[in-house]
């Protein structure tokens, strides 16, 4: 039986096909260097970052929500700036949830990220050094394309986990249609509306590409594999 | 010249260098483990941020206010690994950094390199992760030398390799000796490799030079720790003068002296090298007649110095310059009543020829 889908529906499934992928593109610009710089240092300060870029997975989604809508809210230092700024608040917009999302995904990208360059033997940078190529080029030409298990994995765990959001768009995006209405508050609309047919439908759906897209990860990926 | 006076510290560790070292030629950095020797190279690679000054054949390449960072150092650096890029085929490793030598610096030709290391069977391999050990650092040996670089820094680069590795890459090596016009810092623990390879010796004990001048020079003093060493020995250069196809041996002529090797592939005339150990260095106060052994040479006591554990090193010259080694024990020295300046016969039991 294949599933039914209401325009709300799709339109729901748009914006957060939208949204990821807004997101995961941010969220490799921010995390790439941001997981490179912690692969090379050590210090306090890489302990603070370390532990600040990972607090999202043991937070509550809704206390990140909480805290990010007292900032970004009217009387926040977010919302002071913006206003300043004569922009619009961010709360219940769709900027508004892509910064939430970043800030929520951003583990979910840094930690592979890191993992694989924290992989990278020193010696081979160096050698790519006394070859004479510069920081940035030893970064492109070495580091990137040795880090690429690890750029994909952080790209699909990226994008899937914020498809997956849902506590953080409530409490500060809302449900506002092609906005903020992402398919995880559509399915709880569906489930409140007690149309269970229609949760069904959009469950099964995302059931069925979240598996798909982390078999194809898992089967294509080449971690483990080095003979 | 290469002129360092080089300052560098790390926990208890110490490196203290102020030393000139010569403009071509290899250059040997010999000494124990953690006597600072791979320390020394990286320092002068730049990958270790030492205080002080560095030039090498007239550019500075350090000075109290400025440091080269070493992508901008003209050096190839091999180490003890190959570190081949594993994303990159063999020649896309190979053009690594010849793509980055900017056209009029380059030096070294792509075919040229692909010669000197004997790299053409595995030029159209495409993962560089299954070649074998002795392969792979021919390759990475190629690959910095397609940097045309003004200097070539080698960390021990036969450590990791087994016995067939080793003869694998030694003959590209001494190759290389005599094709590159440019000074080779070579690191080694190893008493046969630097023998065989290095015109020039530095000897570093705890962060300290202990002795810096030529292979012969230095391998013939007895108040270094090399002389302890069980494969310690001087090393004579001779040439080739005769094949004795009979008794298959082969004759090298030296200025104090011949040696009867056995038959060596080198062409007549050529020069080799002949490394003598101390060890197989016996002495006769009169010209043995019956003997199994075919070299025998007049020399003269240099220097007698106390070993230890019941031996004694001899210095002995062979006419002008030659100097060999012999190890006996303290009571052949007092049996014989060897004193410095007596004329002896040196019996030489094996000969290593090196070529």
């Known amino acids: 039986m294949l599933p039914v889908l209401t325009p709300v529906d799709v339109a729901a499934l748009w914006l957060t096909l939208k949204l990821a992928s807004v997101v995961t593109l941010i969220l490799l610009f921010i995390g790439t260097p941001l997981a490179w710089w912690l692969a ?12 600040l870029v990972t607090l999202p997975i043991v937070l509550p989604p809704t206390v990140i929500g909480f805290y990010l809508l007292l900032a970004m809210g009217p009387n926040g230092w977010v919302g002071q700036v913006m206003q300043a700024l004569h922009l619009e608040l961010l709360p219940f917009t769709f900027t508004g949830l892509v910064v939430a999302s970043v800030i929520y995904s951003l583990p979910f990208v840094v930690q592979p990220l890191h993992n694989a360059f924290s992989a990278i033997p020193e010696p081979m940078l160096e050698i790519a050094a006394s070859l004479r190529a510069s920081p940035w080029d030893r970064f492109f030409s070495v580091a990137l394309p040795l880090a690429r298990p690890g750029l994909l994995t952080a790209t699909v765990l990226g994008f899937a986990h914020t498809v997956g959001e849902f506590g953080v768009v409530l409490m500060i995006g809302g449900n506002i249609p092609d906005q903020t209405r992402v398919v995880a508050v559509q399915i709880y609309n569906h489930v409140e ?33 080095r003979k | 010249m290469i002129q360092a006076r080089l300052q560098f510290s790390r926990g208890d560790f110490s490196l203290l260098f102020d030393e000139t070292m010569p403009a071509n030629g290899v250059t040997a950095i010999f000494g124990a483990s953690a006597s600072g020797k791979t320390t020394l190279l990286r320092c002068i690679a730049g990958l270790e941020r030492a205080a002080g000054r560095l030039e090498v054949n007239g550019e500075v390449w350090q000075d109290t206010r400025f440091f080269l960072p070493t ?33 009029r610096e380059r030096k070294v030709s792509f075919g ?4 000197w290391l004997g790299l053409e069977k595995l030029l159209t391999r495409d993962e560089a992760e299954q070649l074998s050990g002795g392969e792979r650092q021919r390759v990475a040996i190629a690959r910095a030398l397609l940097t045309s670089p003004r200097m070539l820094l080698m960390d ?38 630097v023998t065989r390879l290095a015109d020039h010796l530095v000897l570093l004990e705890h962060g300290r030079v202990i002795a810096n001048g030529t292979l012969h020079e230095t391998l013939s003093r007895l108040d270094l720790s090399i002389a302890g060493l069980d494969d310690a020995g001087a090393v004579i250069t001779a040439t080739v003068a005769q094949h004795d196809e009979q008794y298959h041996l082969t004759r090298l002529d030296f200025s104090g002296g011949q040696l009867w090797v056995s038959r060596a592939d080198a062409l007549l005339g050529s020069s080799v090298r002949v490394r003598i150990l101390a060890r197989d260095v016996s002495i006769a106060l009169l010209p043995p007649s019956a003997t199994s052994i075919g070299n025998i040479l007049p020399a003269r006591i240099a220097e007698i110095s106390a070993l230890g554990a019941g031996s004694v090193m001899l210095r002995l010259t062979l006419g002008e310059s030659q100097t060999l080694l012999s190890r006996i024990t303290c009571r052949s020295r007092d049996s ?13 039991k094996t000969v290593a020829l090196m070529i």
């Open chain 1, 193 to 225: 509306a007690m149309n269970y047919a229609a949760a069904q439908d959009l469950s099964l759906l995302m059931l069925v590409c979240s598996f798909l897209a982390l078999l194809l990860l898992y089967h294509f990926n080449p971690t483990g594999r």
């Open chain 2, 112 to 115: 040229q390199a692909v010669e």
């Open chain 2, 71 to 103: 992508h901008q150092r003209r050096l190839a650096y091999v180490s003890q690994q190959a570190n081949l890029f594993p994303h990159l085929s063999v020649q896309k490793n190979l053009q690594y950094g010849l793509s980055r030598t900017p056209q």
């Open chain 1, 40 to 51: 090379r240092t050590s210090g306090v300060c890489k302990s603070v970052v370390s532990a």
């Open chain 2, 336 to 348: 014989l009543d060897l004193q410095v300046g007596q004329n002896v016969y040196a019996q030489v």
């Open chain 2, 156 to 193: 021990e680069p036969l450590a990791s390799l087994d016995s067939a590795g080793r003869s694998d890459i030694l003959p590209y090596l001494e190759r290389l000796h005599k094709e590159l016009q440019i000074p080779v810092l070579y690191v080694s623990h190893a008493l046969d490799e």
